[in-house]
């Protein structure tokens, strides 16, 4: 298995990024996927997850309405569109897989089995 983060780099407060994660080595379209951060000295947290199909999402609160997860089964891609950034997303980024199969969307990090290397995203003026 393989999970290739890419996208991030620096952006300013109110700016984009659109976060990919192409994915080998397993059945991508049956598996939940998953978008994490960790920030220095801080504790990973779940920022969004989305079902097999793309039928169900999760989003943490404080991210709703900004950022957007989906994800293209064909391309064995995951996608995190981020909007309206704010200095306090600056984090590594990372993209997970769900262990089981074809169930809803979850943010606890012990459900997912395989992590890719992470993605610097870095809001600053």
């Known amino acids: 298995v393989q999970l290739v983060e890419s996208g991030g780099g620096l952006a300013q407060p109110g700016g984009s990024l659109r976060l990919s994660c192409a994915a080998s080595?397993?059945?991508?379209?049956?598996?939940?996927m998953g978008w994490f951060r960790q920030a220095p000295g801080k504790e990973r947290e779940a920022v969004a997850s989305i079902s097999w199909n793309g039928g169900s999402t999760y989003y943490r609160d404080d991210v709703k309405g900004r950022f957007t997860i989906n994800r293209d089964n064909a391309k064995n891609t995951l996608y995190l569109q981020m909007n309206s950034l704010k200095p306090e997303d600056t984090a590594v980024y990372y993209c997970?897989?769900?262990?089981?199969?074809?169930?809803?969307?979850?943010?606890?990090?012990?459900?997912?089995?395989?992590w890719g290397q992470g993605t610097q995203v870095t809001v600053s003026s």
């Open positions: 080595g397993f059945t991508f379209s049956r598996h939940g």
């Open positions: 997970a897989k769900r262990r089981a199969e074809y169930l809803t969307t979850t943010y606890y990090s012990t459900e997912y089995d395989y």
